[in-house]
Structures are given as C-alpha cells and as structure tokens.
C-alpha cells in the first residue's frame, strides 16, 4: 500500500510562473489536506478537500493560489503569478473517511521562486 | 494566541535522560490529539495518538487532561536517534476533520 505520493518533490519557477503541485493520497482515503511550512516555521493550513468538493480553504491566501481534488486524479495545489514569499516546502496528507483520525503526509514539495 | 502552544524549545539533553514536552490547546471542542514527530526537512509522521486514559508506547509515554486542556509526552531513557521536532497536533472534530499543528518542540539529545 503506497504512502501519499507528492511531485515534484523540487520546483523552480521563475517570479511570475505558475506552479502546479501534485498529491496522490493514500489507497482508501478520501480526504486530503494540504500544509505550508516555510523555513523555520511550524506547519500552517491551508485547505481540506474531499473529492470535487472543498471542505475547508480557510487557511489559503485569497489570490493566486487554488486547490482542487477531482473525481479522477490527484489533488492539485496551484500558485500562479509566484512570488519569492511563495517558497516553502508544500506538504500533502491524506486521511480516511471517518472522523478525529491521524492523516499521514507525503514526503512534500519544496518550491523555490527566484 | 495560538490554538496549539508549545515551547519551541531547544531542549538539549544527554542520552539516557528523560524529557517530557507540554501542549496546550484553545478550543475545548477538540476531538482528538496526537504526536508527531518531523526531522530536518523531512514530512512529519504520526509518534502516537493520545487518550484520556493516557497510552505508552515503548520509552513514549502521551497524557491528555481535558479539563486542563494539556497534552504532554515524555520520553524516557533518550537515544540519538530521538533529535527530532516533536509536533503537537489537535484535531477539531465535528464536521471538518483539519489537524491543527502546534510550532513543534526541538530536542537535541547530545552523546
């Protein structure tokens, strides 16, 4: 059984471009949750999805970034128009239909905008 | 203020030593509570979740006081092996299943 597959686990973009991040969660679990960790900093949320639907986006700066997780496919988490303050290690988790569990992580993208 | 505090640390022990960690946590409507524990650079993973009853796990040990809203954990007879950041993490129940992560404590176990 396949932990939470993220990739890339490295990207570079360019001020300006857009970076598209990718999660797989684990077989069986339905909900994913996305985390941003920036150097020397504590994991912040950022949102929760089940499939085709947002559950909680609280955590997610109003502009340039967005999240969704289809029916098919990965999660994906989009910045567009990055900016240097957008580079951070990206983290995905994923948990299990029911409720108050623990969610395992995937091993994270690390995103540098220069 | 924070929904999960805790002390940044570092803490610095010798091997051998025992070293408990504290939590504290704002919203008493919290459901569940876990540790984790994450490495330089590395994705955080599950250390062992924590009941009112108090559980062990080995030289780990995890206590919840729901009145006092407090989560500790102790480790005893620390190895090397142990440096990590240990993550205090409070799930809010109800309809929305987030982790809430608390800053993390860093511990140095010096030989």
């Known amino acids: 059984n396949a932990g939470v597959m993220q990739n890339p686990r490295h990207l570079v973009r360019r001020r300006g471009q857009e970076a598209r991040l990718r999660c797989s969660p684990m077989?069986?679990?339905?909900?994913v949750y996305w985390y941003r960790q920036l150097p020397e900093e504590g994991l912040k949320f950022m949102v929760y999805?089940?499939?085709?639907?947002?559950?909680?986006e609280s955590g997610m700066p109003k502009e340039r970034f967005s999240a969704e997780f289809p029916k098919e496919g990965p999660s994906i988490l989009r910045i567009q128009q990055v900016v240097r303050g957008d580079s951070a290690a990206y983290f995905c988790?994923?948990?299990?239909?029911?409720?108050?569990?623990?969610?395992?992580f995937g091993q994270g993208t690390r995103l540098t905008v220069v | 203020r924070k929904e999960v505090e805790q002390d940044p640390g570092p803490f610095n022990v010798p091997e051998g030593a025992t070293v408990a960690f504290n939590c504290t946590y704002s919203n008493s409507a919290s459901q569940s509570f876990f540790w984790y524990r994450q490495d330089c650079r590395k994705e955080p993973k599950l250390l062992m979740s924590v009941y009112s009853s108090g559980n062990e796990d080995g030289r780990f040990t995890a206590q919840l006081n729901r009145a006092s809203q407090y989560i500790s954990l102790l480790i005893r007879d620390s190895k090397l092996s142990d440096s990590a950041t240990y993550l205090c993490?409070?799930?809010?129940?109800?309809?929305?299943?987030?982790?809430?992560f608390g800053t993390g404590t860093l511990l140095a176990v010096q030989p």
């Open positions: 988790a994923s948990s299990p239909e029911r409720l108050n569990t623990e969610a395992f």
């Open positions: 993490v409070v799930n809010r129940g109800g309809a929305t299943n987030k982790l809430i």
């Open positions: 999805l089940q499939k085709e639907n947002i559950i909680d």
């Open positions: 077989k069986g679990h339905s909900h």
